[in-house]
Nanobody, 124 residues
Framework: DVQLQASGGGSVQAGGSLRLSCLYS????????IGWFRQAPGKEREGVSC????????YYADSVKGRFTISRDNAKTTLYLQMNSLKPEDTAVYYC?????????????????WGQGTQVTVSS
């Protein structure tokens, strides 16, 4: 069975950086498109960034372009999200998710496997 475990959240001041990690366990990590989503209080869960199984494609939400970088280490079966120049509006619970051989997609419905969230809080 696929399991995802996110970590790396914390509290930072605006302008700071955090690096989220998501450890995958299961079969054929290389075959999964994986991504990061976030959910702020009172808001719907939204796609932040994702990367395809073959690393050929990536997606970034407009709100994080130029500040966040997604990467994956297939040998370590780990997904990363480097977040720089953080803003208070980035405050949310961040989730990692996976879909088998799917295209890069920002829709929550496209992903069948989810990890627990990790809280990111950015203060002004």
């Amino acid at each position: 069975d696929v399991q995802l475990q996110a970590s790396g959240g914390g509290s930072v001041q605006a302008g700071g950086s955090l690096r989220l990690s998501c450890l995958y366990s299961g079969f054929s990590f290389d075959d999964y498109t994986i991504g990061w989503f976030r959910q702020a209080p009172g808001k719907e869960r939204e796609g932040v960034s994702c990367i395809s199984a073959g690393e050929r494609s990536t997606y970034y939400a407009d709100s994080v372009k130029g500040r966040f970088t997604i990467s994956r280490d297939n040998a370590k079966t780990t997904l990363y999200l480097q977040m720089n120049s953080l803003k208070p509006e980035d405050t949310a619970v961040y989730y990692c998710a996976a879909q088998l051989r799917g295209a890069v997609a920002s829709s929550v419905k496209a992903y069948g496997y989810w990890g627990q969230g990790t809280q990111v809080t950015v203060s002004s």
